[in-house]
């Protein structure tokens, strides 16, 4: 075989390689990004909906009371959680997440207040 | 009648008589933290046994290496033989990105963290990795000095009065206590009373136990912290001081407390103590008739300048059952859980509760990666101090913490001074802490009602104190807990058929009286 040869597939296999490195490490990331998108709307949905059931069964069993007004304001913030969490799940789902205007790559910081 | 007079035998207590309840928080979603997985190797636990294990001076081969870890004061041979260990360590921490300097002050150089990481490594050695742990000593005691208190509040758990008990511990059975307490290797001991400050023979314990290497800390109503008094405690060793107010309505603290003036002397306390530069907490009970106004007291902590607000737990026992019908509903005690929390999470002052929810509460209520509250213990930020949390796992009684009381005798926890585990007059702590009671209440398997299949079992454990004033059963639901309001309704519909646990207290207070406290605890 000539050497030009030798030389132009050894160089089409350098290429081709390094592009797959290059897909495997861009698909790692997204992987690693889903993974914690997923873990942190896991970790909201499952707390927030906790938090939620809290305040309704306090809700449930002190209905002419003052403080109904406070266990409401528990249970909106909790609602905002998941849908936040689902929001940034959604987000993750779709591909190219990280480069769709106004979205980030990492899962959205969610606010206890 | 005195909590100590009445004790109740392991073999005649009603325990499991409740089955769990259905499942109503989702669960599942736990952090898990690469250090558990080589925690809990079998390899790890024989390396963990031998570095832990107390050698013939008392102390442990990782109590000497963190004491010899970069020590300035060692010199010639000593110092060149310690050489390579702090070298290896210095790697660690460089490796971790750990400030070497914080890292040496406040663990390696703090005999206190030291030895609680000792007691870990043992628990670990002993009885395996486990969320909660159990420990092989208590990481945390809680001493009732004395039953001798200047006022007379209504919740008192331990009922005390103007005199002391006739058979509390002499100054020499005191100090013997101490020594079995650092011999164990107890990091952490809580001075209670009554009220302490009342006890002449204080003074020498408190120095005693700073010289065994103990961390002390103080619970005081705060009438007889002076100036002089709190330069004493900081001389003795005393690093928190904690003191007890009631809200901000000087009138009400003072009819609570059963002496006029006590607000005003319990606030100049405060002043007393942050002055002398003690970190220093104001702690609150929590009733219907005050809880409404929880922030403005943590508000007034910060304002005071504590670093630490605690909440306390009302739990019906000792003089407060008697006011039975002023405990806070499931439903308040989750908005005050959810308040305290948000605190925690601002940051402006420390926030500790004795209510084992509010590791729970931090949880549902905070982001992965926001202020996890560690037990009784602190705070910390993160999914690290999240997991931790796990381990340090809530209601501590009989697990990582107990009670001693004035005369000696050992009980799982404060609100439970009618069960008495051991008698260190007469027994070792060794031998108490290896109680069958101690392994029921370490095994959160064995629970009954919500407690037994919750969500947030590992990091809670539901109040036993609570759960045993109320229902005669130490392994019953919490009926504090709002996840358990089933069994709630079902002691108030003891109480009566009609009871809505929410009206006003006075309409309550009558009906409340009937509500029956199960017939195990005082």
Redesign the interface.
């Known amino acids: 075989m000539p050497w030009w040869v030798a030389g132009g597939l050894l160089a089409a296999c350098a290429v081709l390689l390094v592009a797959l490195w290059l897909a495997l490490r861009r698909s790692r990331a997204q992987a690693r990004r889903l993974q914690r998108a997923i873990e942190s709307a896991g970790y909201e949905l499952v707390h927030g909906a906790n938090a939620a059931r809290a305040h309704l069964i306090a809700l449930e069993q002190e209905t002419s009371s003052p403080l109904s007004s406070s266990h409401l304001g528990e249970i909106r913030r909790a609602l905002e959680r998941l849908e936040r969490a689902a929001g940034t799940l959604a987000g993750a789902l779709r591909p190219e997440s990280a480069e769709a205007p106004g979205s980030s790559s990492a899962p959205a910081p969610p606010n206890p207040a | 009648m005195r909590n100590a007079d009445r004790s109740v035998p392991f073999s005649s207590l009603k325990v499991l008589s409740r089955a769990p309840a259905p499942r ?6 736990g ?1 898990r933290h690469p250090l558990e997985t080589i925690l809990a190797k079998p390899f790890t636990r024989k390396v963990l046994g031998y570095i832990s294990q107390p050698r013939p001076d008392g102390r442990s081969l990782f109590e000497v290496l963190a004491e010899n870890y970069d020590n300035d004061r060692l010199r010639g041979w000593e110092r060149w033989k310690w050489k390579l260990p702090s070298l290896v360590i210095d790697l660690a921490l460089a490796h971790y990105r750990l400030d070497k300097e914080l890292m040496k002050r406040k663990l390696f150089h703090h005999p206190p963290t030291v030895r609680a990481l000792a007691l870990t490594a043992r628990s670990i050695a002993r009885y395996g990795l486990s969320a909660p742990q159990r420990f092989a000593a208590p990481l945390f005691v809680v001493w009732n000095i004395t039953q001798l208190c200047n006022l007379a509040c209504k919740h008192c758990y331990q009922n005390a009065g103007p005199r002391p008990a006739p058979d509390e511990l002499t100054l020499e059975e005191r100090l013997k206590v101490v020594d079995e307490l650092a011999e164990n290797g107890v990091p952490f001991l809580a001075i209670a009373g009554g009220e302490p400050l009342a006890l002449k023979d204080l003074w020498a314990v408190l120095e005693y136990a700073n010289r065994r290497g103990i961390h002390l800390t103080l619970a005081t109503n705060g009438t007889l912290l002076t100036p002089e008094t709190a330069a004493r405690l900081k001389e003795c060793g005393v690093k928190y001081v904690e003191i007890s107010v009631d809200g901000l309505d000087p009138d009400e603290h003072d009819g609570f407390r059963g002496r006029r003036g006590a607000w005003a002397r319990a606030v100049q306390g405060i002043r007393n103590s942050v002055a002398a530069g003690i970190r220093t907490g104001l702690a609150t009970c929590f009733t219907r008739r005050n809880v409404h106004r929880a922030a403005e007291v943590i508000e007034f902590a910060i304002g005071l300048g504590c670093q630490t607000f605690s909440h306390f737990n009302f739990i019906p026992v000792g003089r407060g059952r008697e006011i039975v019908e002023e405990d806070l ?4 005690r ?2 005050l859980l ?1 308040t305290l ?2 605190y925690l ?1 601002e940051g402006r002052i420390n926030v500790i509760s004795t209510a084992p929810q509010f590791a729970r509460a931090c ?8 202020v996890f509250a560690t037990g009784h213990a602190g705070r910390g930020m993160g999914s690290k101090t999240m997991v931790l949390s796990r381990y340090i796992g809530g209601c501590g009684a009989g697990r990582c913490y107990c009670s001693i009381q004035p005369n000696g005798t050992l009980t799982p926890c404060v609100y439970i001074s009618s069960i008495k585990v051991g008698d260190l007059r007469r027994q070792s702590l060794a031998e108490i802490w290896e109680s069958d009671l101690f392994t029921l209440l370490s095994d959160r398997s064995r629970r009954g009602d919500h407690c037994a299949v919750c ?2 079992q590992a990091y809670c454990g539901g109040c036993r104190a609570r759960a045993f004033a109320y229902t005669g059963d130490i392994t019953a639901g919490d009926p504090g807990c ?2 358990n ?1 089933p069994l709630w ?1 079902e002691l108030v519909a003891k109480a009566s058929s009609e009871l ?3 009206q006003p207290l006075a309409a309550t207070a009558s009906r409340m009286e009937r509500l029956s406290l199960g017939g195990g605890p005082d």
Request: no cysteine; charged share 15%.
């Open positions: 109503i928080t989702v669960g599942g979603v952090r509903t499931p439903a308040q989750e908005l959810a929390q948000r999470a949880v549902v209520y905070g982001p992965a990666e926001g969500g947030y709002v996840y309001m309704r809505p646990v929410f």
